[in-house]
Structures are given as structure tokens and as C-alpha cells.
């Protein structure tokens, strides 16, 4: 769970980067911040089936 919240926030520091100018490149940005969220959403639906 550490890792997939630390992908999230360093994709939307990646994300705000870009944006400002700051980097050149928004893919893999985007895909550190989707895969953390997806991975985030995965533990909660393991933890919340394993609980019923």
C-alpha cells in the first residue's frame, strides 16, 4: 500500500510539473499516478472482500 500511495502523489508532482513547464514528458506521469490508483483501488477491494 506504501508504494502504490508514494506512485499516486509522485505522479501528480510529475503531472504539476509538466504542466508548469518544468518537464518534458507527461506519460510516464500519468502512468505512475493511474497505476498508483489503480493498485490503491485494489487493496481496498481485497481488504473489504476479505472482511465479508
Same mark, same amino acid.
Given at each position: 500500500?506504501? %508504494?502504490? =500511495? %508514494?506512485?499516486? @502523489?509522485?505522479?501528480?508532482v510529475? *503531472? ?10 507527461? =506519460?510516464?506521469? !500519468?502512468?505512475?499516478? =493511474?497505476?498508483? !490508483? *489503480?493498485? @490503491?483501488? %485494489? =487493496?481496498?477491494? @481485497?481488504?473489504? %472482500?476479505?472482511?465479508?
Amino acid at each position: 500500500m506504501p %508504494a502504490s =500511495v %508514494a506512485a499516486m @502523489v509522485l505522479g501528480v508532482v510529475g *503531472l504539476r510539473r509538466y504542466e508548469t513547464g518544468r518537464s518534458a514528458s507527461v =506519460v510516464p506521469a !500519468a502512468v505512475g499516478a =493511474v497505476l498508483g !490508483a *489503480l493498485a @490503491v483501488l %485494489a =487493496v481496498l477491494v @481485497v481488504t473489504l %472482500a476479505d472482511r465479508t
